[in-house]
């Protein structure tokens, strides 16, 4: 490897930072159900979207927004920053309140939270019952997720940052519906849908949450930090309903692959991060594997891609 190219492949990492799993669970753990409090204030208080859109937090140039909530006369918004470690609440009656993101309990992040508010002039309920992780513990008694390691939580964003920009530039062929660009706080993964414009088959074993999301055939794709069923950071694309065949489909650049357990393609964050380019990297495999379910499914891709 030549002198230019080890520089290079550094700038690349440091665009992309490490984050070993291990690591970074207990203080993902935390920050996801932090992520679940705030999320579940917008749930309680937007009017509802289609396929749920209305629940996400948006990736900022500091963290994670849920943009403008309407409350009585005005709106308020919650901020991650994740740059000076603080949550700001502020309202658009000029008020407003803030938070330090430190190792402390939900629990304890929890209350402060509600409290803050209440100062502000905001009612709000939520259900505190954690959703999509096993073995939940409602907000308000969980002592047992206490960890905030403020390096660990800026390389997450970071990850979300570049993985945000390569989703633009994913983003930006298709013209057909398609969603925003959002992280979903139940599973904590960034995602961006493509829908073909047909119904999808319905679900009624499902629950009314799923059967929504999945009203229309759609191709998503996404990163995730990792979780127990899968212990690493990784980059994934899925159709939903999944065409036949999909299984055996391969993938140029052969770096992701189709993962039968989890019915995805999947390409693992460190096998991206230590390629030559890894944001080109990311943007094939985001589009061959949107190419490859579009084609088994049938889609009119005439009618939805720019040409």
Known sequence: MTMAQTSQQMANQELWPELPFTTWKPTGETLHMWTQIIGKIKLALNPYVNHWWQVPLYVTAS????????????TFEIQFNFLHHN??????????????LYSRSVANFYQEVMTSLQALGIDVHIYTLPQEVPHPIRFEKDEVHATYDPLLVNRYWQILVQTDKVMQRYRSHFIGKSSPIHLFWGSLDLAVTFFSGRAA??????????????????????????????PEPAFYSYAAPIPQGLENATLQPALGAYNQKMGEFILPYNTMRNTP???????????????????LAHWDRTALEKR
């Open 201 to 230: 088959p319905e679900r009624p074993e499902v629950d009314p949450v799923t059967r929504e999301a999945y009203s229309h055939e759609v191709i998503s794709a996404g990163f995730w930090p990792g979780g127990d069923n899968f």
């Open 63 to 74: 963290g994670l927004t849920t943009s403008a909530i309407p409350y009585a006369g005005g």
């Open 87 to 100: 949550l700001l609440i502020h309202t658009s009656r000029g008020a407003s309140k803030t938070l330090r």
């Open 277 to 295: 380019a890894p944001a080109q990297t990311l943007l094939d495999f985001y589009q061959h594997a949107y190419e490859a379910a579009a084609n």
